[in-house]
């Protein structure tokens, strides 16, 4: 192993700032799916059973003697006290088939999200005329039957839950990167209109989109903002996937994603919150907009389908990358062949720093307990010769 002469947060605080660090920090995308089936529990009841499910993660980490960061601290939700928060969690919970709740699902599998419409063409006026949390609060019986004491309720337990899960890492010297999450005005509209159908609206009624982001915005950095305070923890991760070159050409990118992203992440680093930018499918042509956006408090999370070499030659100097290990190379790769492909991550994407070793979005509930442990070691015992 590499001799260590930094702590773990040093560590993963050098790599965001694009400092020197004594070795390439490591940090996998973890929830409770893959340390579930390895403690011998289902990923259903993972899931239903928080403190057996965040125990599970915990006794992976010490298996094979930790890492640097958790990038979400377990798997709980950060939310705001307030209904609106509540009904949008309950809109994104509803779109999922979670295993041992749907007969579809196996108790062992991920979670299956099954795409239809939930906002509709007529909502587009509402929230233009009374923003997110307006819409949230007039429409609520629509999305859910409980009465707002309740919701708040439930939205304080589950945000203390999420600090919670916070402190267990803190307490191990280990940095959580995110104490809230939130999906671009894009991505969030995609999801609760489908697919299909925001894609025709974006052809169809494109000024009315654009007005009801208008609207979107401003709420759901308030809301972050707050949510992460309210955890105690100074990042936030941006889920972004479905205003990538893998969906949409560069003109709908440029006017309906990335004024929005850039707004938010700006407003993010006004408050000294860590971004993490959440890239599912392929950003690669998007990448060179990425300069744009703060420098040395952004980290660009890859999934494995972006050139993350790519992404090193266009962001070195400017934005820490995070990744990208496939979901694949964990589950049916060897422990030879993860080896072989962290050292070229290391060599390469971490040339010069501004890196961290992490999986290609979640560690998948099917990945090999070895090749898992091959990832965390390799970062701890490999120095590249420069």
């Not at 337990?157 to 916070?166: C, I, N, V």
């Not at 299909?196 to 494109?206: A, E």
């Not at 990425?290 to 890859?302: G, H, N, T, Y």
């Not at 072989?340 to 979005?361: E, P, Q």
Request: proline residues 6%; charged residues 25%.
């Amino acid at each position: 192993m590499i001799k260590e002469t930094m702590t773990s947060k040093e560590r993963v605080e050098a790599a965001i700032k694009l400092e020197p660090y004594d070795r390439v920090p490591v940090a996998p995308l973890m929830d409770v799916m893959f340390p579930s089936r390895h403690k011998g529990m289902t990923v259903a009841y993972g899931i239903s059973h928080w403190k057996e499910g965040l125990q599970a993660i915990v006794d992976i980490f010490d298996e094979v003697g930790g890492w640097d960061a958790m990038i979400l601290p377990g798997y709980s939700l950060a939310l705001t006290p307030k209904v609106a928060s509540g009904v949008m969690a309950s809109m994104g919970t509803r779109g999922y088939k979670f295993p041992g709740q749907d007969a579809a699902v196996s108790e062992n599998s991920q979670p299956q999200y099954e795409e239809r419409e939930r906002l509709t063409v007529d909502n587009y006026d509402e929230i233009i005329k009374y923003g997110w949390s307006g819409f949230a609060e007039r429409n609520r019986e629509r999305y859910t039957s409980f009465p707002p004491e309740q919701i708040i309720a439930w939205a304080k337990k589950q945000t203390e839950h999420y600090a919670r899960e916070g402190e267990t890492w803190a307490q191990k010297g280990v940095p959580s990167l995110c104490g809230a999450i939130v999906e671009s005005p894009l991505m969030f509209l995609s999801t609760k209109r489908s697919l299909t159908s925001f894609t025709m609206d974006l052809h169809r009624i494109p000024d009315k989109v654009e007005a009801v982001m208008d609207a979107l915005v401003d709420d759901l950095i308030t809301d972050t903002i707050e949510a992460a305070r309210l955890t105690g923890i100074p990042g936030v991760m941006l889920v972004l996937e479905r205003g990538g070159c893998f969906y949409y050409p560069l003109k709908i990118f440029e006017r309906f994603e990335f004024p929005y992203m850039k707004k938010m992440v700006e407003a993010f680093a006004a408050e000294g919150l860590i971004t993490v930018m959440h890239f599912d499918q392929d950003w690669t042509l998007n990448l060179p907009y990425l300069k744009e956006l703060p420098e040395k408090i952004c980290i660009a999370e890859l999934d494995s389908t972006t050139d993350i070499f790519k992404a090193k030659e266009i962001l070195k100097g400017h934005m820490c990358i995070a990744g990208d290990v496939p979901a694949s190379l964990s589950a049916i790769g060897t422990p030879e062949d993860m080896e072989a492909y962290c050292k070229k991550l290391i060599d390469v994407v971490g040339d010069g720093g501004g890196f961290i070793l992490s999986s290609g979005c979640t560690i998948p509930a099917n990945a090999k307990f070895e090749n898992f442990k091959t990832m965390i070691d390799t970062a701890k015992s490999y120095l590249p010769a420069r």
